[in-house]
């Protein structure tokens, strides 16, 4: 479903990925792992159109078609959402209302965000502002999923969130996973990452991936962990 090949990207400041390369199939969760600033953002603004970074060679495919260089909105047409780092929700509109904008025919509808995030329904006419961050991560990926995605792209969706409702988003997403859509899930929450993904990626310093295997063998390697995602298993 996703193809990156070669690509690099980067900043006025400088370049991040310097030649990276990856895959997502259809239906599979692709875990991205890498410690602060090595570019897992720019890795997934870059795939769905979001300028800065500015792609200067490789490609992005998306089922098969060329979208590198292609705007956000002719990215997102092809099937790609994006739940942002530090969620991004409309904050002057409705939870009802943020997620009725992002509808687009499919399986996913307004009843299936319900179900999945109860508490939503309690909240549906609250400006999004008001949500706490827990719940503003739920309507983050709620929007996401009201698009249909072929390729739903997330972004650090654990980060600063309470035990409990960690542990809720983390049961959730392991339901969304294997409903059809390829997952690119990036991630600094070690056991997050490894409880959902079918495959792990590891972008380093080189600006590539300097790590790619199952989520097992990674578990059973804690000097990887701690070398290139700085962090052991269990450590957060
Ligand atoms: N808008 C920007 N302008 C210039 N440099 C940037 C910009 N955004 C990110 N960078 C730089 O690009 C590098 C990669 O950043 P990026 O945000 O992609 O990392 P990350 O892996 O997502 O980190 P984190 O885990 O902290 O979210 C860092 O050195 C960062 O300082
Ligand atoms: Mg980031």
Do not use: H
Request: proline share 6%; hydrophobic share 45%; glycine share 12%.
């Amino acid at each position: 479903m996703l193809d990156v090949r070669d690509l690099t990207a980067g900043y006025a400041t400088g370049t991040v990925l310097r030649g990276l390369s990856l895959t997502v199939a259809a239906g599979e969760l692709l875990a991205l792992l890498g410690r602060n600033g090595m570019g897992k953002t720019t890795l997934l603004r870059a795939v769905c159109g979001l300028r800065p970074p500015a792609p200067t060679g490789g490609s992005v495919r998306v089922a098969g078609e060329e979208v590198t260089g292609l705007p956000a909105y002719q990215v997102a047409r092809r099937g790609v959402s994006l739940v942002p780092q530090g969620r991004r929700v409309f904050g002057s509109l409705t939870v009802e209302e943020n997620l009725r904008i992002a509808a687009r025919p499919g399986d996913w509808d307004l009843d299936g965000v319900w179900e999945l995030f109860p508490r939503l329904v309690e909240r549906r006419g609250q400006p999004a502002a008001t949500l706490s961050g827990g719940e503003q991560q739920m309507l983050a990926i709620g929007r996401s999923l009201m698009t249909n995605p072929r390729l739903l792209l997330m972004d650090e969706p654990s980060e600063g969130l309470a035990p409990a409702v960690l542990d809720l988003i983390t049961d959730r997403l392991g339901q969304i996973r294997g409903q059809g859509q390829a997952v690119l899930l990036a991630e600094q929450n070690v056991d997050l990452a490894l409880a959902l993904a079918d495959r792990v990626c590891i972008l380093g310093e080189a600006g590539t991936v300097a790590w790619s295997g199952p989520p097992a063998t990674l578990r059973d390697d804690p000097p990887i962990l701690r070398e290139l995602v700085g962090l052991e298993k269990g450590a957060r």
